[in-house]
């Protein structure tokens, strides 16, 4: 079964849910996108991705990339789709009309990349870092590179990489050995290694766009002294730069993208930004990139719910304990959607989806703000709230990914761990999005650590009460949804003071704080969709149930962690 995108869940969560329509019509650059066209844009998104791109998946995984002497050829079909892509102006969604986009707000580039996800993981990650190359360059590039390359990757006409990854640094980027030589007509001879670089070679595009983060020689060791450097397959005369791809990655998964290890000889390449700055210019692309790896957690558990659930529709056995049918009703009670266990499994599965997609959508409406508000307190509150829930959406949504796409094959039995039905190809590709992007515990220690801890809990505390304002407190499960807010709050102080005695206590509890977050961030979106849906029956019901009963609990188990492990720590002297 392919994947199908549900554009009137989306339309409910970001019109209804999140009233996303009125937010984006106050910013100036927006002021003409109507509930209308967003219905119309999610109408053709999910003609697009369901019709074009779903149906290349099995095969894509099957067939794979295929590496032949530098040259790397994609998967059947994957060419003409990525060119279809493009011709229908998909990557240029969100990017700036002076540059060849239609300056469409970011809330509507997630549902299609999180869509994209779910119905293609392989071929997504080709098109995946155009968005984060693209306002990197636009940000940080000088006129001849924004002139140059911006309208390209706008398009989608030219591919783009983030080279980050040497064999022996990953998260600890500091250690990056590649050279960067400057030249006299003001170039960059990039020479070195890197690793893990997604799409550095294929056949989608004439050219790649490699940003590469490298060292210059005069520079310092350590984080401070990298530069930013990009680095074209093909130079501006024409010629064939001196980039190539030594081999691809045989993978676990993502058999349809080519993990690719490229290697710089003497390549030429121009700065981005200034030298000795380039982790500042290439957060611009990580934290971006940070937001749609979190819908690609979502867009997969969606993906293997959609499995799970048709499947168990279909599958009978046994007659589950439940009350015969009526006369006149169907008797369904041998189906296995019927039996609790089974319930159990897809309606927590789908509370985990529906409400990391109104975070995820609320976050990219805050990227929206802070981008285009004119207000300064506004853009200030909007990248504090990014800056924030970025990490937790980006660590809890891949880790449901991936378990939740377990519990989703468990619905299958035997028949899931066999290939035929595909809940398998899920599992495999979503183990990776709680690696890359920063793995996982980096996201909680920089939650935490960097980010709550340095002002005792004051800046997440000011996000937490902007959520509260949003409820009412006379409905039991916001008050409820409030009250956990004022526990989370409190911990941040409590990790604080308990870190004076043991510095090593946040980075121990650091996953089990960023699991409280996104309990209490859950909460905070299932109370405002049952005000919207009222879940007394109908589509919101089970999985709001679900939520409440069989999710929320571990809150106050991740918090009793917590405030044990500080509770433990003996008072300074």
């Not at 079964?1 to 339309?11: G, K, L, S, W």
């Not at 019109?15 to 119309?40: C, I, K, M, N, Y």
């Not at 309208?151 to 983030?162: E, R, V, Y």
Request: some cysteine; charged content about 25%.
């Amino acid at each position: 079964m392919n994947y199908q995108p549900n554009p009137e869940d989306i339309r409910f969560l970001q019109q209804q849910v999140l009233q996303a329509g009125a937010s984006l019509r106050a910013l100036p650059a927006f002021a003409e996108v109507d509930d209308a066209l967003q219905t119309q844009l999610l109408e053709e998104t999910g003609r697009f991705v369901g019709e074009v791109i779903a149906p290349l998946n099995r095969s894509g995984d099957e067939t794979g990339a295929h590496w032949d002497n530098g040259e790397v050829r994609m998967p059947p079909g994957f060419k003409e789709a990525y060119q279809a892509f493009v011709d229908a102006g998909w990557p240029a969604l969100s990017a700036s009309p002076e540059d060849g986009g239609q300056g469409l707000p970011a809330a509507l580039d997630a549902v299609l990349y999180e869509w994209l996800s779910a119905a293609n993981h392989g071929f997504t990650m080709a098109p995946g870092l155009l968005h984060g190359a693209y306002e990197c360059i636009r940000h940080h590039g000088d006129e001849a590179l924004r002139s140059r390359y911006l309208a390209p990757i706008a398009s989608g006409q030219w591919l783009a990489t983030m080279c980050l990854t040497e064999s022996h640094a990953g998260s600890d980027l500091g250690l990056v050995r590649t050279r960067a030589v400057p030249q006299t007509d003001g170039s960059q001879r990039v020479s070195g290694e890197k690793i893990f670089i997604s799409g550095g070679e294929h056949d989608l595009t004439e050219n790649i766009v490699h940003l590469v983060l490298a060292r210059q020689p005069d520079a310092p060791p350590g984080p401070k002294g990298l530069s930013l450097v990009l680095v074209p397959k093909w130079l501006p005369d024409g010629t064939r730069n001196a980039v190539r791809c030594e081999r691809i990655e045989e993978k676990m998964g993502l058999h349809a993208s080519p993990t690719c290890v490229m290697r710089f000889d003497e390549a030429t390449g121009w700065l981005v930004g200034e030298a000795g700055r380039g982790l500042a210019a290439m957060f611009v692309m990580m934290n971006s990139a940070r937001l749609h790896v979190a819908l690609q957690g979502i867009g997969l558990l969606d993906a293997a719910w959609q499995k799970a659930d048709a499947y168990a529709r279909e599958r009978r056995q046994m007659r589950a304990p439940v009350r015969p049918a009526s006369r006149g009703e169907q008797d369904t009670a041998d189906l296995i959607a019927e039996h609790p266990a089974v319930r159990r499994i897809l309606d927590t599965q789908r509370a985990w989806v529906d409400g990391a997609r109104l975070l995820a959508y609320r976050t990219a409406v805050q990227l929206d703000v802070a981008r285009h508000a004119t207000d300064a307190r506004q853009r200030e509150a909007a990248e504090r709230w990014c800056s924030f829930v970025t990490p937790v959406l980006k660590a809890a949504c891949t880790h449901q990914a991936f378990h939740g796409a377990s519990e989703c094959l468990q619905v299958f039995g035997g028949h899931g761990y066999v290939r035929e039905w595909g809940i398998e190809q899920v599992l495999r590709d979503a183990r990776v999005t709680m690696i890359y992007e920063g793995t996982n515990e980096i996201q909680a220690i920089d939650l935490l650590v960097r980010k709550v801890l340095p002002d005792a809990g004051a800046g997440f505390a000011a996000c937490l009460l902007e959520l509260r304002d949003e409820l009412d407190a006379s409905r039991e499960n916001e008050a409820d949804a409030q009250r956990r807010m004022a526990q989370l709050r409190y911990l941040g102080t409590s990790i604080a003071l308990a870190a004076k005695s043991d510095p090593r206590l946040p980075y121990e509890v650091a996953d089990d704080y960023l699991r409280v977050a996104m309990l209490t961030l859950m909460a905070w979106a299932w109370a405002r969709i049952e005000r919207a849906a009222p879940t007394e029956s109908g589509r919101w019901a089970a999985p709001a149930a679900a939520f409440r009963r069989w999710l929320l609990p571990e809150f106050d188990m991740r918090l009793g962690l917590v405030k044990r492990a500080c509770e433990g720590v003996s008072p300074a002297r």
